[in-house]
């Protein structure tokens, strides 16, 4: 048990729809991350939230929305998908300053049809 | 080119050393890891090494890391059948890490 859980694990949508993927810490972290992994590609930094502020945006798509709500949530809202988002999204928590030492949730692999 | 590269694959039997290998472009990168993924789960850090230094070993791990040609590897000794997984190396910046792609461990019995 890693300490960061995310809901749901597995999300099918059409191009359409729109759904959000959640993402919980229980460490007490201040810091938390969103990244996209596909396959054979390096691991992608989407976003950084810092004690809620969001400070990173590494030139995401507007069709990816995220929520930090307190220290400990983290959403990603997302609508009108394309196929090629279709990926594993992992979320990441660690202290302000920190990020070298990250703890990764199991991710949503997400389905885009 | 990509910041971190690795080779995508990589299979031995059990019993032998696997050496996964990492090239980084960061030359001001201070640490330097590996992590580990298992299926269904997210990245477990495994080890890293600050930079100033050549080697590092825990237990069946071995990190090497060449800082001249920004070669960085992972030996693995006896290798389990558990031990199958997806690598990533990894540097650390000022504000973020760079992954590389992973490498895809398949340990045969």
């Known amino acids: 048990e890693t300490g960061v859980t995310q809901t749901p694990r597995h999300l099918v949508m059409g191009m359409t729809n729109k759904k959000s993927l959640k993402c919980e810490q229980h460490?007490?972290?201040?810091?938390m991350y969103w990244y996209k992994q596909s396959a054979k590609k390096p691991l992608e930094l989407m976003f950084v939230y810092n004690f809620k502020e969001q400070t990173e945006n590494n030139s995401v798509p507007s069709r990816f929305s995220p929520e930090c709500p307190n220290s400990s949530h983290l959403f990603l809202h997302l609508h009108t998908l394309q196929p090629e988002d279709s990926a594993l999204y992992l979320c990441a928590s660690s202290q302000l300053g920190q990020v070298d030492t990250q703890y990764f949730g199991p991710g949503t692999r997400l389905t885009v049809l | 080119g990509e910041d971190v590269e690795q080779s995508l694959f990589l299979s031995v039997r059990e019993g032998d050393s696997s050496v996964i290998n990492c090239t980084y472009t960061?030359?001001?990168?201070?640490?330097l890891y590996w992590y580990k993924q298992e299926p269904g789960a997210g990245l477990q850090l495994l080890t890293y090494i600050f930079s100033n230094m050549d080697m590092k070993q825990d237990q069946r791990l071995t990190v090497l890391l060449n800082k001249k040609d920004k070669h960085l590897s992972l030996r693995i000794a006896d290798t389990q059948t558990g031990d199958s997984a997806i690598y990533f190396c990894a540097e650390s910046r000022v504000n973020d890490m760079r992954f590389g792609a992973g490498t895809r461990l398949t340990v045969k019995p």
């Open positions: 960061d030359s001001s990168s201070t640490y």
């Open positions: 460490l007490g972290h201040n810091a």
